[in-house]
């Protein structure tokens, strides 16, 4: 039974015993005492709006990391790890169930743990880097992976994102972990035993290991990968422990044993110490990485730790985790979906990761993943835009443009290092996933208002994505069948180019915000190119099924054509997935489908059709299209992002009260915070900011505008503190699981009829106060000013239908 709550405004937070002043910092450059004794908690300069703490009771209780690990090749339920780390931290830590290598690094039906390890996975599908696991074990030695792993169950089995505590049952031993960015304490509580080790696996394609008995320390490297490296990739670690050695082994390639020796160097080499201990013993271990060098891994675990207790690191790493999300204070709704609330919440603050460290001056510095070398700035990682654009990065400028800002100049020093913008960086550019989305990203941010990086090399960067073809380091970066898009308007379905129409509609959407940000910036020419291009949706837009379909060289459609076949000249869905990917010109969409009551009725075809589908394509049905099968909302396909922004598009028709109910089915239906909490793959964030923005009442159907589009709140009662220190109250008194529908809605207690939101008017804060009905109130909203922006309308102009299709000029080779 779900329950009610009141989250009280006059709670008090006994563990939080540091001063606001001390966690509103300074930047580590200028006050490095204050990085000495908070570690990692002021690196760098946190945003400038603190929220109540001391009136916001412990949020951090809330957050299940385990929401979404019940996930399989076959099926994802989120395709997550319980990623133990701070926000955006360089390293997380996780426990491992699967063997080294397996992107599923935790399957939560597993029943045994071979380590934990710290990570640098953003997704199952790239795999980690620079990866290495401890695990404690008693009695005889084991070592090798699959031979020491040991049962464990959940039920003796605490995750929270600052700390990690799991009993490893075949050895009587409690291993712990609690995070900093850079570092983490290990605590290993052991039963009374003449044979207890502490094994260091430094993971296979190249590893050292040296064992410094008289400091009690161990050094080495990993550098196992999946791409996307230098050729001197190595992540360095150091740890330090509070026991002596009375043993001191390491392992070679193959596991072979070398007793007594104290370092061992080659594809796949481990450590291993032990000693004695007494009944309840706690050993800990501090330990750091660096991708810089030995010596500034030595730096960080100083900087990070230094003499702090493994409680205090703790303590420090549950401060920051409540400041965040107290950025966002539930004060009142159901118990069981605030908890879905902030564990969401939590997803969206872990990508991308932060690839920089502070030398030894405290200048921020980073090793670059595109040429290795070590330089000053900015870098981030782990992030597919194809992902993020939608909902991850608007937060981020309506929460965290200072964060926002730094990736920015991030994505400065990526195109300056490699010659490209990133689309999937993880570390440097991977091969996966189409688009031209790091545009959109450059482009909001700028149009939301942020100015502290240097827009003028990213829009070149951006502009050089839609002018080069020639020298693209992988195929993800840049844009693929350029020469035709440019020339033709879409990309051929027969020239050799999969998924095609994909990367039409998504570079579209691309040239719309350069259109918008080269007019920003008074680049008129271009702007004007821009904007034509944009346009280019209509080209496949089907004039006799109404769908977006393929498009040949010579300027037929694709045939035979089956809407309901997945990939094809379609990414991870199907023509009724993508052809809602016109997220700038609904309005002319509409139109070119043949107006409004078609529109509508095509989007109702979606959700009242059984799920049907054409595998085809992939020769067997990926889980992709088996999310969307089992959930029984029909070809609605809310566990993969091409769809995610299509019940939002109710808004611009005569019907908005159908978004308002069916968001509400998706949010109680497809979330909770559980193993099995998500709907398909979680994807650094995107499928979880997707219920954050939701379960507030709106959501950025276009970036590169100024507009939010109405939802249905979720709860009672929300205040958002936002980055100018500012708040936005949001209520909805009597909000239930039966009351979707808004009748009257309010702005500054001034009725407001629009179904959209100003960011500016929102980001200065204010009052929404909806009025909540279990009928829809059908006069609503209903004006034409009332309906988000659209290209065509905001420009009054129509854009040409869809017609039967003509010979285009013959493409560039």
Known sequence: MRKKILLNSTALLATLTLSLSVLSGCDSAKNSNAANNLGSATAEKPVP???????????VQHVNPLMGTDSSFELSYGNTYPAIALPWGMNFWAPMTAPMGDGWTYKYDDHKIRGIKQTHQPSPWLNDYGAFSLMAVTGKLKFQQDERASWFSHKAESAKPHHYSVYLADYDVTAEVTPTERAAQFRFTFPKTEQAYLILDAFDKGSKVKILPKQRKIIGYARNNHGGVPANFHNYFVLEFDKDFTVSHSWHDGWKLQPNQLESEGQHVGAIIGFATEKGEQVHVKVASSFISEAQAELNLQREIGADSFAQTQQKAHQIWQQQLARIDIQQGDLDQIRTFYSSLYRVLLFPRKFYEFDSTNQIVH???????????????????????????????????????????GLVNTYKESGWLPEWASPGHRGVMIGSNSAINIADAYLKGGRDFDIETLYQAAKKNAEVEQGRPVSSVGREGLSYYNSLGYVPYDVGIHENAARTLEYAFADFNLYQLASKLGKTEDAAVFAQRS??????????????????????????????????????????????????????????????????????????????????????????????????????????????????????????????????????????????????????????????????????????????????????????????????????????AKTPYIQALSWQQQTYPKNWFSHHELSQGGQLDFQLSDTPNKQRGLATADRPYSMSTANHTAPTTATTPTTPEKAKP
């Open 49 to 59: 709006a603190t929220p109540d703490l001391v009136n916001t009771p412990d949020l």
């Open 367 to 409: 090793y670059s993943p595109y040429n290795g070398e070590v330089l000053p700035g900015y870098m981030f990682t782990d992030n597919g835009f194809w992902d993020t654009f939608r909902a991850v990065f608007p937060f981020f400028n309506l929460m965290y443009p200072e964060l926002n800002g730094q990736i920015m100049q």
């Open 535 to 736: 346009q280019n949706y209509l080209k496949l837009l089907d004039p006799e099924t109404k769908w977006m379909r393929g498009r040949n060289k010579d300027g037929s459609f694709q045939s035979p054509f089956n809407p309901l076949k997945w990939g094809d000249a379609f990414t991870e869905g199907n023509s009724l997935h993508y052809s809602w990917s016109v997220f700038h010109d609904i309005a002319g969409l509409q139109q070119a489908m043949g107006g409004e009551d078609i529109f509508l009725n095509k989007l109702n075809e979606v959700f009242e059709m059984p799920p049907t589908f054409d595998d085809s394509y992939y020769g067997f049905t990926i889980h992709e299209i088996r999310e969307m099968q089992v959930v029984n909302m029909g070809n609605y396909a809310h566990g993969n992002q091409p769809i995610q922004h299509m019940i939002y598009l109710y808004n611009y028709t005569s019907e908005p009260w159908q978004a308002q109910a069916r968001l509400r089915d998706v949010m109680t239906k497809l979330y909770s915070a559980t193993p099995d909490g998500y709907s398909g793959d979680e994807d650094n964030g995107q499928t979880s900011a997707w219920y954050v923005f939701s379960a507030l009442g709106f959501y950025p159907v276009t970036p590169g505008t100024d507009q939010y589009v109405l939802g249905s709140p979720l709860f009672e009662k929300v205040k958002l503190t936002l980055p100018n220190g500012k708040t936005l109250q949001i209520n909805a008194p009597g909000n239930s």
